[in-house]
């Protein structure tokens, strides 16, 4: 069975651009979560999607945006980039209302540099 | 709001026992796990617990919880030097919100 799978691995930009990063969740699964990872600063919860909804955000601002397909695929978009955006970016992928809790699948994340 | 909290370096001899500890603050946590990152991945579910629950064990992986002081622990028995990795705690209640992660510690393993 296929894992979550990102796109692209690594992605350069400069200041001032956007950066879109792709996520296929596990098959089965309708919840996608996006999740950056800056250098010393931990996992920062960004965006929940499930079933093709928002339904949380992370304190964030509004330039970080995304959406949900309907095959539960996902984008995550950047805009007006920042150096600061510097990170992994980490999708994760969940079943709908898992009984024992929420255990997530992650891929192993698109690196963004931004220039 | 929620906070997850970890120390950051943990250094063990192959053969010896590691011990990562983590605190949370959110009484409500529901749901407790433990992932790995290996470099340059994304990161692995190790296992979970419930918080009604003191204790798992699942091979050599021994989670420990004290839900009154709110700490939990992962200890690896018989550590190798594949384990080396970050190691992250994290949290959800019920609602289903969205896993709250701690910083991670890095487990390194002498040989």
């Known amino acids: 069975e296929a894992g979550v799978t990102q796109s692209p691995t690594h992605l350069i930009k400069t200041s001032g651009q956007q950066a879109t990063l792709r996520c296929s969740p596990i098959s089965g699964h309708t919840s996608v979560y996006w999740y950056q990872q800056a250098l010393g600063l931990g996992l920062q919860f960004l965006l929940w999607?499930?079933?093709?909804?928002?339904?949380n955000r992370g304190n964030f601002p509004p330039r970080f945006s995304g959406r949900q397909f309907p095959n539960y695929s996902s984008e995550l978009n950047v805009n007006a980039l920042e150096l600061e955006d510097s990170a992994l970016y980490l999708c994760?992928?969940?079943?709908?209302?898992?009984?024992?809790?929420?255990?997530?699948?992650f891929g192993s994340g698109t690196q963004l540099s931004v220039l | 709001g929620e906070d997850v909290e970890q120390s950051l370096f943990l250094s063990v001899r192959e053969g010896d026992s590691s011990v990562i500890n983590c605190t949370y603050t959110d009484s409500s946590s529901t749901y407790l796990y433990w992932y790995k990152q290996e470099p340059g991945a994304g990161l692995q579910l190790l296992t979970y617990i419930f918080s009604n629950m003191d204790m798992k064990q699942d091979q050599r992986l021994t989670v420990l919880l004290n839900k009154k002081d709110k700490h939990l622990s992962l200890r690896i028995a018989d550590t190798q030097t594949g384990d080396s990795a970050i190691y992250f705690c994290a949290e959800t209640d019920t609602g289903r919100r969205a896993l709250t992660f701690g910083s991670g510690t890095r487990l390194q393993v002498q040989p």
């Open positions: 994760a992928s969940s079943s709908t209302y898992g009984e024992k809790g929420e255990k997530l699948f």
């Open positions: 999607y499930d079933e093709g909804e928002e339904r």
